[in-house]
């Protein structure tokens, strides 16, 4: 496709159930971003994933997270046992990799409510 | 419907002169709005943010925007670029009145040639 995708758009689950979140890049980006945006606040780093390259997890919460990426393509991002605190939109990017010339785009996001 | 504009997808600047980032918004009566950076490598930074307070707004790294409600700006300036400023810059826009979604402008690179 021509943009980032992500999917569901919306999901709203009850609190100790575990959610699945998808995020298609831009064909040929190697390096994927995801984000959180809880309501009144600032966007919040999650994770990084460059090319092959172990990725940068520093920004997960807490070890109820986690997300994969095969290669260069799809990533999910796995939220186990939610907690209502984790209701959020949650954004993904991508971009052709380091460099200064660099050029981010995001996902329209997943906006997740745990009930 | 909220909308951001960033009018330059790229700007290039020599080391030490001035920066200029524009940045137009279109939201409600009282937006909040931010600047995000976004090093190569690196997660997105919150530079500044603006929520109805002053309208000159001062943020990390010698950066400062000033709301201008009659032009619906939010630019962007720093008085003497630093080659460690290159990276792509997001003027965002919040509004109560769209459940305070983040809506992103489109980015704009920043280079600086040394």
């Known amino acids: 496709g021509a943009g980032v995708s992500q999917s569901p758009s919306n999901k709203v689950t009850e609190k100790g159930k575990d959610v699945e979140l998808r995020c298609d890049p831009i064909?040929?980006?190697?390096?994927l971003y995801w984000y959180r945006q809880r309501l009144g606040q600032g966007l919040e780093f999650l994770i990084y994933?460059?090319?092959?390259?172990?990725?940068?997890k520093s920004g997960l919460p807490s070890d109820r997270f986690s997300a994969e990426r095969t290669g260069e393509s799809v990533s999910t991002l796995t939220i186990q046992r939610t907690q209502q605190e984790d209701s959020a939109v949650y954004l993904c990017?991508?971009?052709?990799?380091?460099?200064?010339?660099?050029?981010?785009?995001f996902g329209s996001g997943t906006q997740l409510s745990v009930l | 419907a909220q909308s951001v504009t960033q009018l330059d997808s790229h700007v290039s600047v020599s080391e030490g002169t001035p920066v200029l980032l524009r940045c137009n918004y279109s939201?409600?009566?009282?937006?909040?709005l931010f600047w995000y950076v976004q090093h190569p490598n690196k997660g997105l930074q919150l530079l500044l943010k603006?929520?109805?307070?002053?309208?000159l707004v001062k943020g990390i790294n010698g950066f400062e925007a000033e709301f201008k409600k009659s032009e619906t700006s939010f630019h962007l300036t720093k008085p003497s670029a630093h080659m460690s400023d290159a990276a792509e810059y997001f003027c965002?826009?919040?509004?109560?009145?769209?459940?305070?979604?983040?809506?992103f402008g489109a980015g704009t690179i920043l280079r600086v040639k040394s």
């Open positions: 990017a991508s971009s052709r990799g380091p460099g200064q010339d660099e050029k981010l785009f």
């Open positions: 064909s040929g980006h190697t390096a």
């Open positions: 994933f460059q090319g092959n390259s172990a990725p940068d």
């Open positions: 939201s409600s009566y009282s937006p909040s």
């Open positions: 603006y929520t109805s307070a002053a309208t």
């Open positions: 965002v826009v919040s509004d109560k009145e769209y459940g305070n979604k983040l809506v």
